[in-house]
Nanobody
Framework: QVQLVESGGGLVQAGGSLRLSCAAS????????MGWFRQAPGKGREFVAA????????HYTVSVKDRCTISRDTAKNTVHLQMNSLKPDDTAVYYC????????????????WGRGTQVTVSS
């Protein structure tokens, strides 16, 4: 049974940083893309960043590219999202996902999802 468990969310002031983690278990993810999505109240789920498990190739949405870093720890089966210079617009529930593509920024490309972790950025 595949499980993705997010952690690291919380309340932070604008300009602060958070490091989200996603612990993955239940299968081998070597052929998967691991992604982070977020969903703000009243809005759809949007792509934030992704990393190809086997190669470490990363992808970001434009709005976070200079402020976020996605990484993976293959020994611990964990994916991290380091977020810096946070803004109130970054407030959302952040979800970890695992999928086989083909479109890394598309919700439908991901077969497995975590339950999410809340990130709240105060102004």
């Amino acid at each position: 049974q595949v499980q993705l468990v997010e952690s690291g969310g919380g309340l932070v002031q604008a300009g602060g940083s958070l490091r989200l983690s996603c612990a993955a278990s239940g299968r081998t993810f070597s052929s998967y893309v691991m992604g982070w999505f977020r969903q703000a109240p009243g809005k759809g789920r949007e792509f934030v960043a992704a990393i190809q498990w086997s190669t470490g190739t990363t992808h970001y949405t434009v709005s976070v590219k200079d402020r976020c870093t996605i990484s993976r720890d293959t020994a611990k089966n964990t994916v991290h999202l380091q977020m810096n210079s946070l803004k109130p617009d970054d407030t959302a529930v952040y979800y970890c996902a695992a999928g086989t593509g083909p479109y890394i920024d598309y919700v439908g490309s991901y077969q497995y999802w975590g339950r999410g972790t809340q990130v709240t950025v105060s102004s």
